[in-house]
């Protein structure tokens, strides 16, 4: 057995919990629904996603209408998600600041409802607990 495969099947073992932390850079080369698809994908393996950047409003809606249809008692008990608050930035690229615009960025955290618990939040600190299946 080669050491990938051994890397490959700790995860899969139950004794850790995968992080999946997503660029705002690949985020941006998706669709919305297949923002959607990875994350739920990821989240229906039991793995913690985190986005640099979040999603928009309107696909945040749309992960929560496609979650609602995919929860199954047995199986898939939805997803908790956190959002840091929007922070605004005037400091992209020279384009950006000679037309004024500013960027804003943000840091989701989503998980199995089951296995991520949110124990507090404000505009600085996301603090939950991962459990294991």
Known sequence: MSEADN????????????LDMISGERMDQLASMEKIRLILDSVHEGNIVIL??????????????????EISPDEFTGI???????????????????MGRETETKLTVIGP????????????LI?????RK
Do not use: W
């Open 7 to 18: 890397d490959a099947g700790d995860a899969d073992d139950g004794s850790g919990v995968q």
């Open 52 to 69: 640099e950047e979040g999603l928009d409003p309107e696909e945040e809606s749309k992960l929560i209408e496609v979650t609602m249809t």
């Open 80 to 98: 908790e998600i956190e959002t840091y608050p929007g922070s605004t930035k005037s400091n992209g690229g020279f384009l950006d600041r000679l």
């Open 113 to 124: 409802a089951n296995r991520l618990e949110t124990l507090h939040k404000d505009e600085t």
């Open 127 to 131: 603090s939950a607990l991962v459990t």
